[in-house]
Nanobody, 123 residues
């Protein structure tokens, strides 16, 4: 059974930092891209960042470039999202996902999803 389990969300003040983790299990993701999406209340889920599990090569949405960093630890089967200089508009549920294709930013391209972790940034 494939599982993606996120953790690390919470409440932080504007300008602060959080580090999200996504532990994956149940299959080999060596040929997959791992992504982070977010969904704010009343808004559609949007792409945040992705990384190729084996080769790295991160990709970011314009809104988060320079502030958020995606990485992975293959030995720990974990994908991270380091979030710095957080803004109130970063408030959302953050989801980890896995896609068979690389350089993809649409929800329908991602095959596996986690349950999400809430990030709230206060002003």
């Amino acid at each position: 059974q494939v599982q993606l389990v996120e953790s690390g969300g919470g409440l932080v003040q504007a300008g602060g930092s959080l580090r999200l983790s996504c532990v994956v299990s149940g299959r080999t993701f060596s040929n997959y891209a791992m992504g982070w999406f977010r969904q704010a209340p009343g808004k559609e889920r949007e792409f945040v960042a992705s990384i190729r599990w084996s080769a790295g090569a991160p990709d970011y949405a314009d809104a988060v470039k320079g502030r958020l960093t995606i990485s992975r630890d293959m030995a720990k089967n974990t994908v991270f999202l380091q979030m710095n200089s957080l803004k109130p508009e970063d408030t959302a549920v953050y989801y980890c996902a896995a896609a068979r294709s690389w350089w993809v930013t649409k929800q329908y391209d991602y095959e596996y999803w986690g349950q999400g972790t809430q990030v709230t940034v206060s002003s």
